[in-house]
Every structure is written in structure tokens, then in C-alpha cells.
T-cell receptor, first 112, second 113 residues
Framework: EAQVTQNPRYLITVTGKKLTVTCSQNMNHEYMSWYRQDPGLGLRQIYY???????DKGDVPEGYKVSRKEKRNFPLILESPSPNQTSLYFCASSLSVASPLHFGNGTRLTVT | GQQLNQSPQSMFIQEGEDVSMNCTSSSIFNTWLWYKQDPGEGPVLLIALYKAGELTSNGRLTAQFGITRKDSFLNISASIPSDVGIYFC?????????????FGQGTRLTINP
């Protein structure tokens, strides 16, 4: 089944403890992206990647890192999480930069 | 950042009624997308519109790409309980090889059986 898979689905952590949220797609998509969703603010783009080894900042990149060493994987790294990064995170991918995005099921992160 | 104006923010309707929601922007887009998000899930693509004036249907859903490229609407006919959820519009622009996707704030649809 074609899908975008994120792990974990739920994560509770403490301030400053490094974490990684994994994202994998099995559709051979070139374009991948991370979003966060917050009440009243909608979906905001964190980082995106147009292909392997090509990443760039979205609208809210501060406090996040990404890597794209392989086409199928696009992990989101929080080196030193803070409470304002408590949010619902979505990974998404598309065949190309001009194609519609397909979203994963989300990771709900709580930073205390 | 840039946002789309999506309305209404919420709707409370009776099962069987038709639903209409729309998005407007001050900017033009190459593509308009409509997504539905169920609780605890990621947004699921419903309809993609690629051409100004395009009218596209997906079952009971119909969406149109505005002639000015700055707006889109989504209609749902004869609503059923599984239509409950949050609907998002998104405008997509490809500029200098990069994708810009801007989302509306969502329309929360509630259906009374």
C-alpha cells in the first residue's frame, strides 16, 4: 500500500532531550516536506527536500534539522526541544515539486 | 506567513444537506487542492485542480478553480455522517523550482443525523 509512514505516533519528552521523528515513503517520491499543525495557526511548513541531499527551510525552521540521505527517508531532528515545539507534526511527500502532497498520519509531540 | 481565507470556519448541518465552502487569496496559484482531515489522522487529498476555470468531481464532491486563480470552492452534495471532519483548501505555487503550499484555516463540518 502506497503510504507515508511516521514514527512514533505519540511522543512525550523533556526540554533539551534530543529526538528524531522518522518519515518514510514507499512511492519513490522526489519531494518531501515536514509541517506542524497548531490550533489557530493551521499547517506551517518546517523544512522541505526536493531530492536526495537537497533540503531547504520552510516558514518555521528554527529549532529543527532534517536530512535526506536516501530518497525514501526524511527524518525530522529536534536537537534541543523546547515546550513551544509541542505540536502535531506531519510528514508529506509528492512525486515532484508540482504534484499534490500526500500526508502521513502525524506525530503528536509534547515537550515538558 | 501567507494564508488563505477559508470560510466558513465551521458548519452544522443535517444529514442529506448540501455543503459549500470556499477559499480566497490575494495571490494567484498554479494549483488548488482540497484535503479532508479526520481526528487523529493526516490530511487526505480529495481533489486537485490544475487549470483556471476547471470544475472537477469526485463522487459527491465537486470543486472549482476560480478564473482569477485566486479562489476555489468545494461542494459536497447529500452529506452523510462520514463526511464529518475538517476540510482544508491549499494553494500551490511552483516558483524557481521550489514548491510553495499555503493552507486555509479549515472548515469543521458537523452533521446531525
Amino acid at each position: 500500500e502506497a503510504q507515508v509512514t511516521q514514527n512514533p505516533r505519540y511522543l512525550i519528552t523533556v526540554t533539551g532531550k534530543k529526538l528524531t521523528v522518522t518519515c518514510s515513503q514507499n512511492m519513490n517520491h522526489e519531494y518531501m516536506s515536514w509541517y506542524r499543525q497548531d490550533p489557530g495557526l493551521g499547517l506551517r511548513q518546517i523544512y522541505y527536500s526536493m531530492n536526495v541531499e537537497v533540503t531547504d527551510k520552510g516558514d518555521v525552521p528554527e529549532g529543527y534539522k532534517v536530512s535526506r540521505k536516501e530518497k525514501r527517508n526524511f527524518p525530522l531532528i529536534l536537537e534541543s526541544p523546547s515546550p513551544n515545539q509541542t505540536s502535531l507534526y506531519f510528514c508529506a511527500s509528492s512525486l515532484s515539486v508540482a504534484s499534490p502532497l500526500h500526508f502521513g498520519n502525524g506525530t503528536r509531540l509534547t515537550v515538558t | 506567513g501567507q494564508q488563505l481565507n477559508q470560510s466558513p470556519q465551521s458548519m452544522f448541518i443535517q444529514e442529506g444537506e448540501d455543503v459549500s465552502m470556499n477559499c480566497t487569496s490575494s495571490s494567484i496559484f498554479n494549483t488548488w487542492l482540497w484535503y479532508k482531515q479526520d481526528p487523529g489522522e493526516g490530511p487526505v487529498l480529495l481533489i486537485a485542480l490544475y487549470k483556471a476555470g476547471e470544475l472537477t468531481s469526485n463522487g459527491r464532491l465537486t470543486a472549482q478553480f476560480g478564473i482569477t486563480r485566486k479562489d476555489s470552492f468545494l461542494n459536497i452534495s447529500a452529506s452523510i455522517p462520514s463526511d464529518v471532519g475538517i476540510y482544508f483548501c491549499a494553494g500551490q505555487l511552483v516558483f524557481q523550482g521550489a514548491q510553495k503550499l499555503v493552507f486555509g484555516q479549515g472548515t469543521r463540518l458537523t452533521i446531525n443525523p
